[in-house]
């Protein structure tokens, strides 16, 4: 369990590392996209930063479960309640019983695993908004786009001699359009995936923990023993006495 935890966290820090120094290194080229529509690709920005602090704040928590549940599969007593995810457990199993059923152990599962689906539940939806955000600027670009070749076309005067010079000028409008589509989209699916490159380090590390739990939990499990009852026409036949043939009048 230590060693996947670790290494979960590890991938975290190294992804999230090399994805800043790649902006560092990329800066203008980086400003450029950004600043091709301020408004709405600083709020893509700003979820993929809380989309990925989110990631290891969840991880972060997983801190004091980890260390709970390592205490106690080593024997120690006295151990402070985890804070949210294994505190149901770990209430169950503060008198320490040798044994326990394994209806009791599916129920504990069962509870941990939708402790860990709720936590993750967040983080999926911080992925798909960055999706749903790529999405909106892409057809909104579009449709300034559209907006911006149908006005050009409309207020050119092909009779002009300053034909093509109107046309140039009035190619700044769609080709913004354009630029907001293509950013936005990048930016999206660009942080839809940081985040959940993220998000699958941390279902491992949670992984890491529930296996551990359920190894141990499954060491102390006794499954009952169901003991078939006999057919009851089968108990009467033995209990019938044996014929002889002595007993067997002619007739």
């Not at 209430?91 to 129920?107: C, D, F, V, Y």
């Not at 955000?133 to 006005?151: K, M, P, R, S, Y």
């Not at 590390?205 to 060491?219: G, I, M, T, W």
């Amino acid at each position: 369990m230590k060693k996947s935890f670790h290494r979960a966290l590890n991938f975290m820090a190294l992804f999230t590392a090399l994805v800043v120094a790649g902006i560092i290194y990329f800066n203008v080229e980086f400003m450029q996209i950004a600043t091709a529509n301020i408004l709405l690709n600083g709020i893509i920005i700003g979820t993929t930063v809380f989309g990925c602090g989110l990631c290891f704040l969840q991880m972060f928590r997983l801190v004091p479960e980890y260390k709970w549940l390592k205490g106690y599969v080593a024997g120690q007593r006295n151990l402070k309640l985890p804070p949210v995810l294994l505190r149901p457990v770990a209430q169950m199993m503060i008198g320490r019983p040798k044994r326990i059923s394994a209806g009791t152990l599916n129920g504990m599962l069962d509870i941990i695993l939708m402790r860990f689906d709720d936590a993750r539940e967040s983080i999926r939806y911080v992925s798909n908004t960055l999706i749903f955000l790529g999405l909106l600027g892409t057809f909104w670009g579009l449709i300034l786009t559209v907006g911006g070749f149908a006005e050009l076309i409309s207020g050119l005067d092909f009779s002009s001699e300053m034909v093509m010079q109107s046309m140039q000028a009035g190619l700044s409008t769609p080709l913004s359009g354009m630029a907001t589509a293509f950013t936005s989209s990048l930016l999206g699916l660009g942080g839809s995936l940081l985040v959940g490159f993220l998000a699958i380090q941390v279902q491992s590390a949670q992984n890491s923990v529930f296996h551990e739990l359920e190894d141990y939990l499954a060491k102390h499990t006794h499954v009952a023993q169901v003991i078939p009852q006999l057919n009851l026409a089968t108990q009467e036949i033995t209990k019938m006495p044996q014929l002889s043939e002595d007993n067997v009048e002619l007739f």
